[in-house]
Structure formats: structure tokens, C-alpha cells
């Protein structure tokens, strides 16, 4: 199995509080993923990145910023955690892009509450 | 934008049944066609893809058929186990991007 840590596996926090997420890889893959999971709309893309310090959107990014400064760290902020934020988060990396296999970590169960 | 569209679940089997989950895509140019599953508490694993038209996907008994002429990459097991049970998740990456776009998920359930 790829080396993808994520942490926490479980938060509960309320409306309006800072949130960070952090993704660990011990794979040295360039490319890395955000994700969230909901029911009804499989996952969807937040936020990716491309190398250490080159980051861009994806489809749900409102309300989300991330950050690389190292090759195996890519975390996830939710600046002002609202409840259409409660999720299960997922990261995901791949050494040579998208046609390259994605390998996901274990996931992250966010409650906002 | 591209998409997939996958049918709706939930689905229930019974053991040795015959495993079809329709996915049908819409994209520009020549997208990658994925199939991933996510087991009970775990994340998403690769379970097959292709990269071009007619190419033929297959791992652990399923097997998927880039079909351009249709825009469609259906899922199929001849007989399914227990073991199989799990969500399926159909996603497309357009040519020349990073993403990964999937669609919304089937729920397999496979009875003893």
C-alpha cells in the first residue's frame, strides 16, 4: 500500500472555527489531491497541487485553501468551518498525473456542527 | 465540461450473479476512462482503466470496454462474491488535465 497518512480521522468542530487538514506521503509523488465525498455526488476535486508550492482549484474550492511547502505534506484549511462542509475528506497522490493510479488514503470524517 | 454518468444504486446480488454498472461519459477529445472501488471504511482503489478507444479494461474478474462510438465504459462481472461488495465509481480524465472527474457512485451489495 502507498505511504498516504491522513489526520485527523475524526473531527467534530462548530460553525465558524479554523479547520486543518493534513495529508502525509512518504511516496515522494509529485501530484497530490483534495477531495470531499458526499452522498449523491461521488467525490469531488477541491484542490490539487503539482509540486511543492504549485496549487490549483478544482471544482468545490470556495471556502478552502491549501498549502505545500514540502514534497510530502499538502494540507487542506477550511478558514470558517460552515455545516455544507461536513464531509468525508479524502487525499489522494500520483507519482506521473491523472492517467497515472491515484492512490487515496484512508479518508477523514469532518463533522461541522 | 466533461462528466460521467453512472446508474443510480443501489444494487443487490446474489452470489455467482452477473455484475453490470452502466457508465457513459461526456468529454472533448479523448479522455481516460477509470474504474475505482472503495470498500467498507477504506479510501478508493484502482480497479481497472483505459486510455483509448476499443482498449479493454480488466483486473480481479471485471472487465470494462472503452466503447467511443457509444461514449460508454460499463462495468461487468461474470460472477460476483461476497467479497465483492462495495462502491463503484466510474471517472474520466479529459486529455490533456490533471483532474480526475468521477461520477456519483454504485452501491453493490452481494448476498450469500
Known amino acids: 500500500d502507498a505511504g498516504i497518512t491522513q489526520s485527523p480521522r475524526h473531527k467534530v468542530t462548530e460553525t465558524g472555527t479554523p479547520v486543518t487538514l493534513r495529508c502525509h506521503q512518504t511516496e515522494n509523488h509529485r501530484y497530490m489531491y483534495w477531495y470531499r465525498q458526499d452522498p449523491g455526488h461521488g467525490l469531488r476535486l477541491i484542490h490539487y497541487s503539482y509540486g511543492v508550492k504549485d496549487t490549483d482549484k478544482g471544482e468545490v474550492s470556495d471556502g478552502y485553501s491549501v498549502s505545500r511547502s514540502k514534497t510530502e505534506d499538502f494540507l487542506l484549511t477550511l478558514e470558517s468551518a460552515t455545516s455544507s462542509q461536513t464531509s468525508v475528506y479524502f487525499c489522494a497522490i500520483s507519482a506521473q498525473g491523472i492517467n497515472e493510479k491515484l492512490f487515496f488514503g484512508s479518508g477523514t470524517q469532518l463533522s461541522v456542527l | 465540461g466533461d462528466s460521467v454518468t453512472q446508474m443510480e444504486g443501489p444494487v443487490t446480488l446474489s452470489e455467482e450473479a452477473f455484475l453490470t454498472i452502466n457508465c457513459t461519459y461526456t468529454a472533448t477529445g479523448y479522455p481516460s476512462l477509470f474504474w475505482y472501488v472503495q470498500y467498507p471504511g477504506e479510501g478508493l482503489q484502482l480497479l481497472l482503466k483505459?486510455?483509448?478507444?476499443?482498449d479493454k479494461g480488466s483486473n480481479k474478474g471485471f472487465e470494462a470496454t472503452y466503447r467511443k462510438e457509444t461514449t460508454s465504459f460499463h462495468l461487468e462481472k461474470g460472477s460476483v462474491q461476497v467479497s465483492d461488495s462495495a462502491v463503484y465509481f466510474c471517472?474520466?480524465?479529459?486529455?490533456?488535465?490533471?483532474?480526475?472527474?468521477f461520477g456519483a457512485g454504485t452501491t453493490v451489495t452481494v448476498r450469500a
Open positions: 471517472a474520466l480524465s479529459p486529455s490533456n488535465d490533471y483532474k480526475l472527474s
Open positions: 483505459a486510455t483509448k478507444a476499443d
